[in-house]
């Protein structure tokens, strides 16, 4: 599974990467601009983004809803940001959100909410073969 990853906190960024590796996703890629993340998208795949909220020049909310219109991608995204309040939370879900995460980062939680998706694509998978 090839994750990116999108926070422009180099220690939250290293921080996921580590948990991720301890979880045994080894293939992530690192990004601390969503302008950054947005050009790898246009010429690269990934199965699942881990995206912040709160960054500089674009947030993460606006960053998500331009991979669900502009990009037209179907690939899953969790939002990771200490933004808690629960309107927030539900806008990020309307948005285009696969599901949310709220910092600081916990193993098992970002394990159940990636099992979750994998799940989810495996079981559209098969249904679409059927």
Same mark, same amino acid.
């Given at each position: 599974?090839?994750?990116?990853?999108v926070d422009d906190s180099a220690t939250m960024r290293n921080l996921t990467a580590r948990t991720l590796k301890?979880?045994? /996703?080894?293939?992530?890629?690192?990004c601390e601009c969503p302008l950054e993340a947005l050009e790898l998208l246009k010429k690269d795949e990934f199965d699942l983004i881990l995206l912040?909220?709160?960054m500089p020049k674009m947030n993460g909310l606006d960053m998500l809803r331009h991979v669900r219109t502009s990009m037209q991608k179907s690939i899953p995204v969790i939002?990771?940001?200490v933004e808690q309040a629960k309107e927030n939370v539900a806008l990020a879900i309307k948005s285009g959100?696969?599901? /949310? #995460? #709220?910092?600081p980062l916990q193993k098992q939680v970002l394990l159940s909410k #990636?099992?979750?998706i994998k799940d989810k694509i495996e079981f559209a998978n098969k249904a679409q073969a059927a």
């Amino acid at each position: 599974m090839r994750i990116l990853v999108v926070d422009d906190s180099a220690t939250m960024r290293n921080l996921t990467a580590r948990t991720l590796k301890e979880l045994g /996703y080894q293939s992530n890629v690192l990004c601390e601009c969503p302008l950054e993340a947005l050009e790898l998208l246009k010429k690269d795949e990934f199965d699942l983004i881990l995206l912040d909220w709160h960054m500089p020049k674009m947030n993460g909310l606006d960053m998500l809803r331009h991979v669900r219109t502009s990009m037209q991608k179907s690939i899953p995204v969790i939002m990771l940001t200490v933004e808690q309040a629960k309107e927030n939370v539900a806008l990020a879900i309307k948005s285009g959100a696969d599901d /949310y #995460i #709220i910092k600081p980062l916990q193993k098992q939680v970002l394990l159940s909410k #990636i099992t979750r998706i994998k799940d989810k694509i495996e079981f559209a998978n098969k249904a679409q073969a059927a």
